[in-house]
């Protein structure tokens, strides 16, 4: 018997222990779905046996050995909704998300396989009729967790969510306030791939999420045909973005850890042989398999080493252009692999499975975006740099003036290194506010104290012509860019009434 598919290990466990090493592959789950009353009415015989909780076996027709394809976990047609979202480690994935991953849980398959009723359930009997809870799919479920977690964390979480369609190699934003249009996708060296102008809506509650997703559902395209009553027509993402506070906040300008878990419910390969597909509805499947095809490319070129590390061909279809991060990138991948039963699905069937099999030896390089707390080091050393400058400062200043027994800093010494031996002019210094302190300067004309500790920068003054002796005036620089605590200013002409420093003062460097 041939074997194929994923090394041993408990799949269940390798997908709650998370993205460890700097390499993950995407896990594969595979559903096969039982077989449809019109496939019994029919009396098709069934090809596939599950054997054990990862392995399928496929009998050919007409005998031939069997061939076994290994998964991360294997589902027959007996398994519930609530099976399938345990099997596929989704709670794992949103806590991934949770701490700033980005997460994709996508499904595949052949027309009619089960790829819609797995992520959202069975087709409402009616308008604003939803799906019972127990039949309710990987999203809602994911969701109601979600929610529940969200809740019960310490820290405020912000939950923003986007909805589009891929329809004939067209984005349709499927929560637009007007009517869907096509929406451009661009790309940056930040976000990478990204729809433009694609509306994102923030809710707070279950309900008003369960409404989004019932908002895009009913928008998204399906038409029926020979395999499938309500067939997708376009491939749709959910996207929720998780953005969490840390506590406590770095700076209130910091954006928020930010995570995304995005479902991808991919319309189904077809034959039009097979599903009888002519005008739109042959268009409509000639595209899905277009991208379908882009996408089983760049997963066979991410497979090979030698071309994983160069070019990839992403930009063929909006498909592939929107699932490139989740493929080749930082993301965490789960694809759920749909299959029906049935001998006469076979060849369809086989495609799907060696699919899957590539897809679960491409591996991502997981990574959360850094925490703006990663940047406190730097920050802070900084910090330290200017205090420490700050106080050898004010010490040699201390030094140097109570030996002489001057009760007042700021009675008759000159500074010692003005230009020309002159006496150091000192720019009227800005208070920061509510800032009151014993080195501020009087009235005009009156200087109180040490300049060292009273000079402070001119934000936006724009006077130029300053110059702080230390560093000196850069060109290009705007008087706003200088040192913010500069100690020793001259040339400013243009201040309305220079002071002077008379305290003693020793050349220093000033932290730029
Ligand atoms: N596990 C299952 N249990 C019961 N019914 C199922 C199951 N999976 C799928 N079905 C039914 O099979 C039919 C086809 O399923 P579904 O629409 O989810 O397929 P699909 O793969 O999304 O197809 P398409 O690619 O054409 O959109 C639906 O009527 C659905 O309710």
Known sequence: MEERGSPDGDPARSLEQGPEGPETPIQVVLRVRPMSAAELRRGEQSALHCSGTRTLQVS???????????????????????????????????????????????????????????????????????????????????????????????????????????????????????????????????????????????????????????????????????????????????????????????????????????????????????????????????????????????????????????????????????????????????????????????????????YASRAQRVTTRPQAPKSPMAKQPQRLEMEILQLQEENRCLRSQLGQVHPKGMSSPGAGVGCGWGSHGSSHRALPPRQPQGSVGPGWPGPSGTSMGCCRSSCWRMRGSGKKRASCRVAGTRPGMSSGSWPSRCTSWSGASSVPAPFTCQTPAQPHRVPV
């Not at 004939?168 to 007007?178: F, H, Y």
């Not at 369960?210 to 376009?234: I, P, T, V």
């Not at 910091?254 to 995005?262: M, R």
């Not at 991208?291 to 497979?303: D, R, V």
Request: charged residues 20%; glycine residues 10%.
């Open 60 to 354: 050919p027709p007409g005998g031939g050995p069997d061939v076994a394809f290994r998964f991360g976990a294997v589902l027959d047609g007996a398994r519930t909704q609530e099976d399938v979202f345990r099997a596929c480690g989704v709670r794992r994935l949103g806590e991934l998300a949770l701490r700033g991953f980005s997460c994709t849980v996508f499904t595949f398959g052949q027309t009619g396989s089960g790829k819609t009723y797995t992520l959202t359930g069975p087709p409402p009997q009616g308008e604003g009729v939803p799906v019972p809870p127990n039949l309710a799919g990987i999203m809602q479920r994911t969701f109601a967790w979600l929610l529940d977690r969200v809740r019960h964390l310490g820290a405020p979480v912000t939950l923003r969510a986007s909805y589009l369609e891929i329809y004939n190699e067209q984005v349709r934003d499927l929560l637009s306030l007007g009517a869907p249009r096509p929406l451009p996708v661009r790309w940056n060296k930040t976000q990478g791939f990204y729809v433009e102008q694609l509306r994102v809506v923030e809710f707070g509650s279950l309900g008003a999420l369960m409404e989004l997703m019932q908002m895009g559902l009913s928008r998204r395209r399906s038409s029926a045909h020979s395999l499938n009553q309500a067939s997708s027509r376009s491939h749709a993402l959910l996207t929720l973005y998780i953005s969490r506070q840390t506590m406590p906040p770095v700076d209130p300008g910091e954006p928020p850890v930010g995570g995304k878990l995005c479902f991808v419910d991919l319309a189904g390969s077809e034959k039009v042989a097979a599903t009888g597909s002519r005008g739109e509805l042959m268009l409509e499947a000639n595209s899905i398999n277009r991208s379908l095809l882009a996408l089983g490319h760049c997963i066979s070129l991410l497979l090979d080493p030698q071309r994983k590390q160069s070019h990839i061909p992403f930009r063929d279809s909006k498909l592939t252009k929107l699932l490139a991060d989740s493929l080749g990138g930082h993301g965490v991948t789960l694809m759920v692999a749909c299959v029906s039963p049935s001998v006469q699905c076979l060849p369809e069937t086989l495609s799907t499975l060696r």
